[in-house]
């Protein structure tokens, strides 16, 4: 009788026999060309699931929707269902919300607190008190052990699966089921400035948010990557597809103003807004040095707040000698998009099928924001952002009906264009990054999302994905077109003489 | 002439005959888009709230099943102000999400009066918004909704919306028509 040792954390998955090249082959980075397939073909989709969600760091939660010992709330990485959870000793943990038994989801409120999650099939139950098992989750009950597993059976070993890889960063939870994946540092590499920038205080204090009660789910017909991609840097479609909520106002300063908060001459088409692409897929629609300071608002105790938080926020990161642009929106690679403006927000886009997404929005404040300003936060939101947000309504539009559009028989024939600034990248002080050359045009921050999505797909060992981005091919193109130029322009010069 | 009595017997009767017109009026005029007739109907103080509904558990559902309106996320949770930018961003034409325009129908069911505190009223009914647009695109948004009205010298107006959805997930893609 076998009643043991199925290690816990989950073995990594067997290596895949599929056609090494496949996804590569399907994104043309040349040409600025990708196959609608990308965004349409089930096997595409189920290798998604398998060789890119089970690998990637992944949002999972925010460390202040569970404050307390025993604190749940229940989301999904990929395709699994899972818990994230805080033990007695304050500890975050992630579990695969599935009972090892038959499977059952231990779990079906979206929140709450336990100390014991207790299978409802055959009542197993799993553990968050370490004083009753070796590490929270593990098994602690088990209905009639004694008769049904004469007292052998290996408790240790038949916990709730453990995310093997759980990291905190200023409250943002991100989980990776892969023991050999990356470390989340090396992972986000220098697009963490964005993510300081969401999970500071507007004044700069590091980590002092909190994210207000309440996310926001919703079901889109869509392929998740054109989520991912809308925040990415696809600052292109504004103009277009925001002109209502633009011709109305419902940003900071009111009607007429824009919905971000910006001045007429900022954000938008602004000098100095370039996009920044990092070689490892992540994307933002902004640069470090693109420094605008906080909106004007009609309410003078909003001007009062804000006005005194840039002015630390520029003395703290003066001090550092850190730059004060990079408020996004931005996706960190493969599917956690935020802005860390106006609003301030995070955006998951879980995948259901190549033609549906199950999009989740948190809202975030400073912890110590008095009451009008979290006030006028929440209802900023509210009518910004998420399905019955202003803005947001008209982009699902566009996702839903370019999906349908997309997936007849001859428009997968035909690739999707994204060769804006094709060969007009900019080099980038930020590590493996360079820029586009244009706030509002430039597809770089798509082509380079793609093809690290390729990379997973295609199932690259974690050795092979470090290996390949470790240098920056983009950087030496630059290099290389900006000598050309040089010699060009000295050869004209010495025509003009 | 007495003081109606709205407690019990034919005023009463009367009483819910006449704000079950009114809100069946208003439901026509959401449904065939007289936006400017409508706000017209919203008191000045009006509060349009509908709320995240959660899973929790059977003993927490009267505490812990929503969200609360005037602290936490909501769906919407918003004053006549912002209600009368949603209109406007309606009308400008490029509005994606309405364009072209859905067509919509309110029902509003199980009109109950819940307290009358006159001037005020304060009902309980059901409702189920259909939408269906372009072709084969159909959302259903049914749940439970209590409205205060209040008798004006201009007729009767609302003064608080507040709807629960039937839905944790939204199974819509937006929330562009109004509840």
């Not at chain 2, 008798?151 to 199974?171: E, I, M, N, P």
Request: hydrophobic fraction near 35%.
């Amino acid at each position: 009788m076998t009643t043991g040792s199925t290690s816990n954390p989950c073995p990594a998955p067997p290596p895949q026999a599929e056609d090494p090249r496949r996804a590569r082959d399907l994104v043309d980075l040349e040409t600025g060309q990708i196959s609608r397939e990308v965004f349409f073909n089930q096997e595409i989709f189920d290798l998604e699931m398998k060789n890119l969600f089970p690998r990637a760091w992944l949002f999972v939660g925010h460390a202040s929707q569970v404050p307390n010992p025993g604190d749940y709330f229940s989301s999904w990485m990929g395709s699994d269902p899972v818990l994230l959870t805080r033990d007695v000793d304050g500890g975050i943990f992630v579990l695969l919300n599935s009972c090892r038994h038959r499977g059952m989801r231990v779990c079906r409120y979206d929140e709450g607190n336990t100390m014991q999650f207790t299978c409802p099939y055959h009542a197993w139950s799993y553990s968050m008190d370490g004083s009753l098992v070796n590490v929270p989750g593990d098994l602690f009950g088990v209905p009639h052990m004694k008769a049904a597993y004469s007292g052998k059976l290996d408790k240790q070993n038949w916990g709730l699966v453990r995310c093997p890889k759980v990291y905190n960063y200023k409250g943002l939870v991100f989980a990776n089921w892969d023991e050999n994946a990356e470390d989340f540092l090396d992972y986000v590499g220098d697009f963490h400035w964005w993510l300081d920038n969401l999970a500071d205080a507007f004044d700069g204090t590091p980590g002092e948010t909190e994210v207000f009660h309440g996310v926001l789910k919703w079901r889109i017909k869509s392929n998740w990557k054109f989520v991912s991609e809308n925040f990415l840097g696809d600052t292109y479609h504004g103009a277009s597809t925001h002109a209502s909520v633009e011709a109305v106002g419902i940003g900071p300063g009111g009607r007429g103003k824009r919905r971000h908060g910006e001045r007429q001459d900022q954000g938008g088409h602004s000098t100095g807004r370039m996009k920044t692409s990092f070689r490892n897929g992540h994307g933002a629609s902004d640069n470090l040095a693109y420094e605008i300071a906080y909106p004007e608002f009609i309410e003078p105790e909003m001007n009062e707040y804000f006005d005194q938080a840039w002015a630390t926020r520029k003395e703290r990161l003066d001090a550092e000698g850190r730059r004060l642009g990079g408020r996004g929106p931005a996706t960190m690679f493969p599917n956690m998009s935020f802005a860390a403006g106006f609003p301030r927000s995070i955006l998951v886009a879980h995948p259901i099928s190549p033609t549906e997404t199950e999009v989740w929005r948190w809202f975030l404040t400073d912890k110590k924001a008095p009451e009008p300003v979290r006030e006028w936060l929440r209802q900023y939101y509210m009518r910004y952002g998420g399905p019955a947000g202003m803005t947001e309504q008209d982009d699902m539009e566009n996702w839903d009906y370019a999906t349908q559009a997309s997936k007849g028989v001859v428009a997968q024939r035909y690739p999707y264009n994204y060769q804006q600034g094709l060969g007009t990248e900019q080099l980038s002080e930020l590590d493996r990054a360079v820029h586009s050359n244009h706030a509002i045009s430039g597809e770089v921050n798509a082509r380079a999302f793609y093809r690290r999505w390729s990379e997973f797909v295609d199932n690259l060992s974690w050795d092979e994905l470090i290996e390949i981005a470790k240098s920056d091919d983009r950087i030496d193109a630059i290099i290389r077109r900006q000598e050309e130029e040089a010699v060009t322009e000295a050869a004209a010069g010495k025509v003009n003489h | 002439m007495p003081t109606p009595d709205y407690s019990q017997g034919p005023d009463r009767w009367a009483l819910l005959q006449e704000v079950s017109e009114f809100l069946f009026a208003e439901a026509d005029l959401l449904d065939e888009r007289r936006y400017d007739e409508w706000l017209d109907l919203l008191a000045d103080d009006y509060q349009y709230s509908v709320p995240l509904r959660m899973n929790v558990e059977y003993a927490d559902a009267d505490t812990r099943g929503e969200t609360k309106a005037g602290s936490e996320v909501c769906w919407f949770d918003e004053p006549k102000s912002t209600v009368e930018l949603r209109v406007m961003q309606l009308a400008t034409g490029v509005h994606w999400a309405e364009e072209p325009v859905s067509r919509v129908s309110h029902l509003v069911t199980n009109v109950r009066i819940e307290e009358v505190a006159w001037p005020e009223v304060k009902l309980s009914s059901r409702f189920l918004v259909y939408r269906n647009r372009v072709a084969d695109e159909t959302d259903f948004f049914v749940g439970r909704r209590q409205d205060t009205l209040r008798k004006t010298d201009d007729g009767w107006k609302v003064v608080r919306r507040y709807l629960l959805l039937d839905q944790t997930v939204l199974l819509a893609k937006n929330l562009s028509v109004f509840l």
